[in-house]
């Protein structure tokens, strides 16, 4: 029997880490020595920000904001979505939820529906690792996305109707959950990025390190 509770775009664990199969199917990425570790400027400026109704992702605690800005400075697509949501008509508030379903990464709910802006919240599964967590966070970021291109969405069954079309129904959870393969596919996506850049931080280290005994 299904708990009745409110449709969440959900985001799996498994989702985080693709198949071998689906790895093979991704494209490979590069990472230049030279390039900066950390991203030289917020994306978008703070300021703009605020001129417009605010910022539109709203972490409500220390460890979700530790997240976000690690995650800016080390994922390229992680900021491209942070600064889509930012120009954005929704506000999101982004959170933990220490009771979240095993096997769950995150979770994305309509809240309400108030002129300007539509209402969303994005809850995160606290135990998780910072890279699964960062990666759950562009996961979830991108069903807002989602939503973002579908102004018609206004309300919970719009929500549902909208995931009827463009993703499957999950039937792990206890709850009505929904998902999208291009989703998955950003969470694959900035688990990478995550590795690229420890990889070239470490590797940039050596550099630095073999040319100071030179």
């Not at 400027?41 to 992702?57: K, L, Q, T």
């Not at 529906?113 to 966070?137: H, K």
């Not at 596919?185 to 590797?203: I, M, P, Q, S, Y």
Request: overall charge positive; proline content about 7%.
């Amino acid at each position: 029997m299904r708990l009745p509770a409110l449709l969440c775009v959900i985001g799996f664990t498994t989702g985080l880490v693709p198949s071998a199969a689906a790895q093979a199917s991704l494209p490979a990425r590069s990472f230049d020595l030279a390039a900066p570790v950390v991203a030289p400027e917020a994306v978008p400026p703070v300021a703009d920000w605020w001129r417009d109704g605010g910022p539109r992702i709203r972490p409500t605690d220390g460890r979700v904001r530790a997240l976000l800005a690690s995650g800016l400075e080390r994922s390229p697509l992680l900021r491209d979505l942070v600064g889509r949501v930012e120009s954005g008509d929704v506000i999101v508030y982004v959170g933990m939820n220490p009771i979240m379903q095993r096997g769950i990464a995150g979770c994305v709910t309509f809240v309400s529906d108030a002129g300007r802006y539509r209402y969303l919240r994005a809850m995160l599964n606290p135990e998780l690792t910072s890279e699964q967590l960062i990666a759950a966070l562009a996961h979830e970021l991108h069903h807002v996305t989602e939503i973002m291109a579908h102004p018609e969405v206004r309300s919970e069954p719009a929500l549902a109707s909208l995931y009827r079309r463009i993703g499957t129904e999950n039937r792990r959870s206890v709850r009505s959950g929904w998902e999208t393969n291009a989703a998955e596919r950003v969470g694959w996506d900035v688990r990478r990025e995550l590795k690229e850049h420890a990889d070239a931080t470490v590797a940039l280290r050596e550099a630095r390190a073999k040319a100071g005994q030179q």
